[in-house]
Each structure stands twice: as C-alpha cells, then as structure tokens.
Nanobody, 114 residues
Framework: VQLVESGGGLVQAGGSLRLSCAAS????????MGWYRQAPGKQREWVAS???????NYADSVKGRFTISRDNAKNTVYLQMNSLKPEDTAVYYC?????????WGKGTLVTVSS
C-alpha cells in the first residue's frame, strides 16, 4: 500500500488549503483514514479521522476550521483547512488503517505566515 499526500504550501493566516492523500494497493473496503501533523520540535499529533461509514472526528484545535472527507472510489482522503493560523504550520501526514495494518505517507508541508 502507498499513500501520497499533496496540496501543501505557503499560505497567509486566515487563508485556506486543501490537502489530498491518494492510497493505492490492497485496501480493505472497511478502513479508517486520517491526518496527523508534526510541527518543528514537537511530537506528531492527530488532526482528524474518517471511517469508511463515513464517520468523522476532529482534534479540538481544528474543530470548526478543518473538514475531512473521502472519495471511496478513488481511495482518496481530503483535508480542507480554513481560517489557518500560524500554529497550524507543520508537516501533515496521511495515515491508513486497513485490516490489521497501518500505513503512512511521507508528508506534505504546510506553512502559515502571520
């Protein structure tokens, strides 16, 4: 299984970005996809998850600003990020749980300038 993230970049505070993560390979139809992020000097933290149902869940720090969605036909998960803040600056990683396995993408950098 491979995960490829895209959509990161530099944006001003208050702006928006949409991240994508495309999964390929042997993926069970019942799975969970999620986004995590790691800021410089900090531990990786969970941002949002979406099941194949789909049910969604968000970290308090992004609730109301970020929206996770998925296209099952394309095995792709999205993260729409609005009202971005400088503290959202991080490398964003996609994670897939399928069967008993978990897979990670290599990350995409999001930089929010003040």
């Amino acid at each position: 299984v491979q995960l490829v993230e895209s959509g990161g970049g530099l944006v001003q505070a208050g702006g928006s970005l949409r991240l994508s993560c495309a999964a390929s390979g042997s993926i069970f139809s019942i799975n969970v996809m999620g986004w995590y992020r790691q800021a410089p000097g900090k531990q990786r933290e969970w941002v949002a998850s979406i099941t194949s149902a789909p049910w969604t869940n968000y970290a308090d720090s992004v609730k109301g600003r970020f929206t996770i969605s998925r296209d099952n036909a394309k095995n792709t998960v999205y993260l729409q990020m609005n009202s971005l803040k400088p503290e959202d600056t991080a490398v964003y990683y996609c994670k897939l749980l399928t069967g008993a396995m978990e897979y990670w993408g290599k990350g995409t950098l999001v930089t929010v300038s003040s």
